[in-house]
């Protein structure tokens, strides 16, 4: 593929707010033994190895079942399931050790590649595992005896985390041990689950058969709250098999304290890093709180808003402001937050003793103008200026009149503005008035 230098700078500046964001931050990624057989598996391998590279705290989490059953297979040993969790008797524990020795060697081996000129190349990750994992058995199950087959008990966060203080990648097979010396077959999901949980993730990341979770139409859903999960897990008996696997890990976990959790194709090139490192994102991200909220601005918002509101001020949508005057207003401001990134603004200028305010540099990111960010911004200044038991709220444009038509407001004159404002009003710049009343 020929390089393109004007697709990749924008690209790359467009990155780098998540890249900073997750600088020191813990991620846990889990997938099964399928991805490791897969000969794709080594692109995802060069992705681990750049989200080291730039500062992540990874701990990987894999699975072993295909492996397993081949191995079964040679010894003509039976795969016996309940619930979907593998009954383990000794014989198959085995056969459990030797696939999950297969499948974590070829991790291993792959993240020590340093081949000059790739992805690679240069790579020092330090791979460390550990009986991190403590767990007890399953016990008897509608009457199965499940055997060797078991759940975490406990996680040694704190050797988890030194390790990761040291610079190392944190492998994790799906194995817990007990007091007593005994080894438990365990699930990637509850495993990677758990350890998100009890180390207060920043992320938890499951790599699947598909690219997410869909809605009734087909339509990738990028975004759920975990409350949208449950009702969608509720209402979908039809959801594919993977996602009624992982999703309810992914709403546990963020309901447990992990902040986000994802759920992307592991077929997909690159799905690591389009799902980390752009606004959309690949897949599905699940949160334990709506992504997108309103909130008073604050100093440290100052440069976010000012994004926003130049190119309009450019185009003459917009009056200007100097970042001082900013800075010095900034308490009248209310901005738009999605995931962190401040997407859109709106500040309310009361005049109290003509019981009018208003409304001023309205302005939402042209990429989220259809998200309803305009609407809500223009709600929370209507309620604002109605706890100053302002009457009425007025708005001077250029451009947009039809779209404050539209939500109540009515075409004025200057003359009714209040007064301080009217003898500020620019005449050459012929600004249309419109009000709206409150009460």
């Known amino acids: 593929m020929r390089f393109d230098s004007k697709l990749f700078v924008p690209w790359i500046r467009a990155a ?29 391998v060069h992705d681990l190895n750049l ?11 894999h699975g072993a079942r295909p492996q397993i059953e081949a191995i079964l297979k040679q010894q003509s040993i039976a795969s016996r399931y309940h619930k979907g969790l593998r009954v383990t008797d000794a014989e198959t524990m085995d056969c459990v050790l030797e696939g999950m020795g297969h499948a974590r060697s070829r991790i291993e081996a792959l993240l020590s590649l340093g081949v000059a000129n790739s992805p690679m190349a240069g790579a020092r990750i330090r791979v460390v595992g550990g009986n991190f994992i403590t767990a007890k058995p399953i016990g008897i199950v509608d009457g199965i005896d499940m055997g060797l087959t078991g759940e975490v008990r406990r996680v040694d966060i704190e050797g988890v985390r030194l390790r990761l203080d040291d610079g190392d990648l944190v492998l994790v097979s799906p194995l817990g041990y007990s ?41 990738l859903l990028t975004e759920l709250s975990t409350r949208e999960a449950e009702a969608l897990l509720a209402r979908h008996a039809k959801l594919p098999p993977d996602v009624l696997l992982y999703l309810p890990c992914a709403l546990r976990a963020c309901d447990n304290g992990v902040k986000r959790a994802h759920l ?24 334990a709180a709506p992504l997108a909220h309103l909130r008073s601005a604050t100093i440290d918002d100052v440069g976010g808003i000012l994004s926003i509101i130049e190119p309009l001020e450019a185009e003459g949508v917009l009056v200007r402001r100097s970042r001082e005057r900013l800075e010095m207003e900034i308490e009248r401001f209310v901005v ?60 001077l444009t250029t451009r947009t009149s039809g779209w404050f038509l539209e939500r109540g407001f009515v075409e004025s004159d200057p003359s009714r503005l209040p007064a301080q404002k009217r003898d500020l009003y620019n005449w050459q710049r012929r600004s249309l008035v419109y009000e709206k009343k409150l009460i």
């Open 16 to 44: 780098a707010p998540y890249v900073h964001a997750l600088r020191g931050k813990t991620l846990v990624i889990a997938f099964g033994g399928e991805v490791v057989a897969d000969e794709t598996f080594l692109g995802i």
């Open 51 to 61: 989200l080291h590279s730039l500062g992540t705290r990874l701990v990987v989490v």
């Open 179 to 219: 007091p007593t010396g005994e080894i438990f077959n365990l699930t990637l999901e509850e495993v990677a689950t758990q350890v998100a949980v009890r180390l207060s993730a920043h992320k938890l990341i499951f790599l699947m058969e598909t690219e997410g979770v869909r809605n009734g139409r087909r339509q």
């Open 264 to 287: 992307i194709s592991r077929h997909r090139d690159g799905a690591l890093l389009l799902e980390l490192f752009t606004r959309d994102g690949v897949g599905t991200m699940v949160a």
């Open 336 to 395: 738009a937050e999605h995931d962190g990134a401040i997407v859109g603004c709106a500040a309310l200028y009361a005049f109290p003793e003509e019981r009018a305010g208003e409304l001023a540099a309205l302005a939402v990111t042209p990429d989220f103008r259809r998200g309803g960010y305009g609407e809500a911004l223009l709600h929370e200044i209507e309620q604002r200026a109605k706890k100053l038991k302002l009457a009425r709220l007025f708005v």
